[in-house]
Nanobody, 115 residues
Framework: QVQLVESGGGLVQAGGSLRLSCAAS????????LGWYRQAPGKQRELVAT???????NYADSVKGRFTISRDNAKNTVDLQMNTLKPEDTAVYYC?????????WGQGTQVTVSS
């Protein structure tokens, strides 16, 4: 079992930055893929970014060049640095972990970008 707890969400003006952090309850060393997803009101949950155990990253086209995902195996955290935020980035952001035998989700953190 892995519990994931997100933090760092909030209200920011367009063009601003936020850094989300996800803390895992145990070592993430063996977790194959860590990622961030988001869900806006009335929309399906969508992939934002993922990072593998080899630190290979993948981003949604809508956030490429603006967001950066990173993981710290020593601290058991995965972060999402979000720059040049846009109103369309407004959503609940969820941390996700894909281990060999199971997947886990955090409870989500709200990000609101005002125009």
């Amino acid at each position: 079992q892995v519990q994931l707890v997100e933090s760092g969400g909030g209200l920011v003006q367009a063009g601003g930055s936020l850094r989300l952090s996800c803390a895992a309850s145990r070592s993430i060393f063996s977790i194959n893929v860590l990622g961030w997803y988001r869900q806006a009101p009335g929309k399906q949950r969508e992939l934002v970014a993922t990072i593998t155990s080899a630190s290979s990253t993948n981003y949604a086209d809508s956030v490429k060049g603006r967001f950066t995902i990173s993981r710290d195996n020593a601290k058991n955290t995965v972060d999402l640095q979000m720059n040049t935020l846009k109103p369309e980035d407004t959503a609940v952001y969820y941390c996700h972990a894909r281990a060999p035998a199971a997947t886990y989700w955090g409870q989500g953190t709200q990000v609101t970008v005002s125009s």
